[in-house]
């Protein structure tokens, strides 16, 4: 890119700001470690199963801080 022109730096790969997809995971994890709280395989499987389901995506591109991590909908 350096040889194009293309003016770019490294970012930090699980940045929220800049890798939306890390506000999931963040949701996801908040929900399996408040809620669901796993104490084997196949309850962990059901929890992302059913936050899964509840989840919109409306909560995909807003922050952890500003978010209802707790449930997505």
């Keep these: 890119m350096h040889?194009?022109?293309?003016?770019?730096w490294k970012?930090?790969?699980?940045?929220?700001?800049l890798n939306p997809i890390e506000n999931v995971w963040a949701a996801l994890?908040?929900?399996?470690?408040?809620?669901?709280?796993?104490?084997?395989e196949a309850?962990?499987?059901?929890?992302?199963?059913g936050?899964?389901?509840a989840c919109r995506m409306?909560?995909?591109y807003t922050s952890p801080s500003k978010s209802n991590a707790k449930g997505c909908g």
């Design 11 to 17: 970012t930090p790969a699980e940045s929220p700001d």
């Design 58 to 60: 409306q909560n995909v």
């Design 43 to 49: 309850t962990l499987v059901q929890g992302i199963l």
């Design 3 to 8: 040889n194009n022109g293309v003016k770019w």
């Design 51 to 53: 936050k899964h389901e």
């Design 29 to 40: 994890k908040s929900f399996l470690r408040d809620q669901v709280k796993p104490t084997n």
